[in-house]
Every structure is written in C-alpha cells, then in structure tokens.
C-alpha cells in the first residue's frame, strides 16, 4: 500500500521536475517556479486562511496526494485561494498574466521618510503574444497617512515584450518608521477586445533622511551612562535639527542643536546621564529646522 510520503514524492516529480526558481512576486511571499511555460506556487502558511488572487481563469490546486480542485473566479477576476500548514500547488493557466505580472515593479528608491513628493516609476512589461490596449493603472492602495501625486495613468497600446511606465510621486509622512511597506496596485486593460483587471501587491523601502544609530553605556568610571548618537545624512541636501533624548517622565530631556549636516556625512553627538535603571527604554527625536524633518528611534539601557 503506497504511503502518503510516496504519494507526496511522485507529486512532486510530476509537478516539479525541470522547474526553476521564479524571481519576482506573485502571490505574496509564496514561491514560484516556472515548469514547461507554466507557473506552479507553492502554498503553506502556518495558520489556515485564504489569500487574495488575481491570476486570470484556470488556476488548480494540486495537494500533495495528487488530487486536483479547480479554483473559483470570481466575475471580478478575484480567487480566494485557501492555504494552510497542508502544503498544496497552484497552477496558473494564464501563462501570459502570469509572467505579465512577475515583470511588474518598482524602479528606483528607497523613499525617505519626509514629506516632500518623491518619485518612483513603476513598469509593466507587455508578456502576451498580442498587444494590450488602454493599460490603465486605476488606483494605489497606500499605507495609512501616506499621499500620491497623480500622474498620467494610462498607456493607450503596449505592444508584445513592449514596457509601460506609470511615474508615480509619493509624499511618506516625515516620521514613517524605517523599513518595507505594502501598495496594492490596480491595473485594467483590454487584451483581445476583452477588459480585465488585476490587482498587484508590491513593497517599496523607506529609509529615514537622518539615519540616527544610538548607543548607550556606562561611563568609564561606572557612575553614570552615555548615550552616543551617530547621525548620518542619507538625503541629497544639508540639513539642520534638533536632536533630543526623552528618558520618561520625571527625567531631563537631553538636546542639542545640529547645523548644516551635509549630504553623505555623519556626527557624533554625545550626552551623560545618571546612572539609570536597566531595561529603561530611551526615545530619540528629531525635529527640522529648515523644514518638517522628523525621525524617531528608540534604545534600551543595557542590563
């Protein structure tokens, strides 16, 4: 009697044997692999739940016994694609889309955190053998307190292989915390004298414009702690701020003022403080002369 290992094996053989790595994103975090011109994914996520696709018609999941479910479409174009800690496949049948859609991405960056518009050009390159008429990017789904600067959003015909580049401006709110956030991404277009749509979900970086690297240690002496501050300027242009260190309620703020910090270079700020309870957390600002330059970092009184 064949065990589920066995059954486990050959379907993997059937599904993935001759495939290569997909680089690019397609259904969230879930990897890809292109088999014999077509996209497989792979499905696992440690709690059950379902995620959003928009991958066109034909898509099946494949478990790990073989067996084959057709995915429902919904008239929006929209599947709800189960997933769980039971690893399974997901075929797409729209070659096409699909290698439409890894081509989709971000150029340039990372953004920094202030407010003043910044641009980055999203591109989608045309992987259908017929070309796509009124390629329309509908809307962007941006994280909370962030604004878009509209540009022109459409591209009435993008041939085979051809690229369509959407230039979008971005304001990030001036104290976004450094890292990877989320846009969903709304594309419609006509292939064939049929109109679809699609929605994407893309990362972009945002790093602070003043990059602060704060460390705090006991004095030499053992009596007291210093808090050092590196602060580099990632931006294009000389900035000045003030800089303080709020250590909780009944303590003294610590501050200094910072003038004229070109681009591309740092300072060290230094500031003693008594001796404090370990595990304490500092907080560290930074508020704009010049402008609305704010950044916030935090740090732990060592034990």
Known sequence: MPTATWYAL????????????????????HPAFRCEGRIILFLHAEQAGTVDAWLGPGLRRVDLFGRVRVVEVEPTGRARIPVGPDPEFLIVGDSGLAETLLSAAFEGGPLLSRANPQRLSFRVVNR???????????????????????????????????????????????????????????????????????????????????????????????????????????????????????????RRTLDDVVSALEPGSERVIRFLAEKDEAGKVYLIGLRGIEDDLFVNAAVTVPE
């Open 128 to 250: 259908f053998p017929t070309p796509l008429g009124g390629l329309r990017l509908l809307s962007a789904e941006l994280p909370p307190r962030w604004r878009p600067v509209e540009s022109s959003l459409e591209h009435p015909e993008v041939a085979p292989a051809g690229t369509a580049e959407f230039p979008l401006d971005f304001s990030v709110p001036s104290d976004a915390t450094p890292g990877r956030y989320e846009l969903r991404l709304r594309l419609s277009f006509a292939l064939d004298g049929v109109r679809r749509e699609t929605v994407l979900r893309r990362t972009v970086e945002v790093r602070p414009e003043i990059e602060v690297l704060p460390r705090i240690e006991p004095t030499a002496e053992g009596k007291g702690l210093e808090v050092t501050l590196t602060l580099r300027n990632r931006g294009a242009r000389r900035s000045s701020f003030k800089v303080y260190v709020n250590r909780g309620a009944g």
């Open 10 to 29: 050959r379907t993997l053989n059937d599904l993935l044997t001759g495939a290569t790595p997909v680089e690019g994103l397609l259904l969230g975090e």
